[in-house]
């Protein structure tokens, strides 16, 4: 069973009736990471702004809940931990996972860009965690943050991005202090290159996704793409009741590229 601290909830998630909320669950990491902790028995919430890839997470995967929701609009957190709760009676385990990226050197930039990359990774992951406290407290339960490997380092051209993810860590770390007594426990995965339609997302064109993956593969020394499935099994370990003395910590899951 994959999802809880054992400490206050040690046999209801030896049961493996623990509530997950997964973010951006509809594609890529998020859809793997919501089918990884069903499949351990856990109960899940995929949340996404669009219906039917939520509807394409959850088809013969397990208990997965689609919750259609933009985390970035006003009350939409609070919103969302009302309706798991309200569902399923407790959460166990917050993934932080939606993200998104919209590249652009200094003197390109515009605000929408900045706000929406702020907005979606950074002020909504801390609301809904503050949304989700007194749940996890309930619980002893988890949050899971999703950063990136590559924004340890410069990132030219995309660097707002990579300061989004750098100062999601910092709250990982942050909270994992503050919350340490609450029994809750904080700890973040940091993905390398991963094949999900991120870049697509991001409005790239096939030759520049394709110049990207090449610069990736050349920067990673296990010399090939992430699956979706290899950062999900490190999200659904560091919840895991096993992972109960971990804290604070970021996992880098990028075939080497942040030690290269
Ligand atoms: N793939 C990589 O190489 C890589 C590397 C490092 C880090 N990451 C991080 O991993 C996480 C997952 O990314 P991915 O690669 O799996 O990309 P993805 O397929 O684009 O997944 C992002 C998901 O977030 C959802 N989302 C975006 N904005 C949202 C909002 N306002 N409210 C609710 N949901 C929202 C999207 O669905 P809707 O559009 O339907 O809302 C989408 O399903 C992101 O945080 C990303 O930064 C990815």
Redesign the pocket.
């Known amino acids: 069973m994959t999802g809880m601290n054992t400490d206050k909830s040690g046999s209801t998630a030896a049961r493996g009736s623990g509530v997950v909320v997964v973010?951006?669950?509809?594609?890529?990491?998020?859809r793997a990471t919501a089918r990884a902790f069903a499949a351990g028995g856990a109960r899940v919430v995929a949340?996404?702004?669009?219906a039917e890839?939520l509807r394409e997470t959850a088809a013969g995967h397990g208990p997965i809940t689609p919750l259609t929701?933009?985390?970035?609009a006003e009350g939409e957190p609070d919103r969302i931990v009302r309706a798991v709760l309200a569902a399923h009676g407790r959460l166990d385990v917050l993934v932080n996972?939606?993200?998104?990226?919209r590249g652009g050197a200094l003197g390109t930039l515009t605000p929408e860009a900045i706000t929406a990359q702020l907005a979606?990774?950074l002020v909504?992951p801390a609301l809904l965690s503050q949304a989700a406290l007194p749940a996890l407290e309930r619980s002893g339960g988890v949050i899971v943050n999703?950063?990136?490997?590559?924004g340890q380092r410069a990132w030219p051209g995309n660097a707002v991005y990579a300061a989004t993810?750098t100062a999601l860590e910092l709250l990982t770390r942050s909270w994992a202090v503050e919350l340490a007594p609450r029994g809750i426990r904080v700890v973040a995965v940091a993905?390398?290159?991963?094949d999900?339609?991120?870049g697509e997302?991001q409005g790239l064109t096939p030759e520049r996704r394709a110049a990207v993956r090449e610069w990736q593969l050349a920067h990673t020394p296990l010399r090939r793409i992430g699956r979706?499935e290899e950062v999900a099994w490190a999200i659904t370990g560091l919840a895991a009741p096993g992972a109960s003395f971990i804290t604070g910590v970021v996992l880098p899951v990028d075939g080497g590229a942040v030690v290269a």
Do not use: L
Request: zero cysteines; charged letters at 10%; a positive charge.
């Open positions: 973010t951006g669950a509809g594609t890529g990491i998020g949340v996404g702004r669009r890839p929701a933009d985390i970035t996972n939606a993200g998104i990226v979606t990774n909504a999703v950063s990136t490997s590559v993810k993905p390398g290159a991963i999900t339609p991120i997302h979706p």
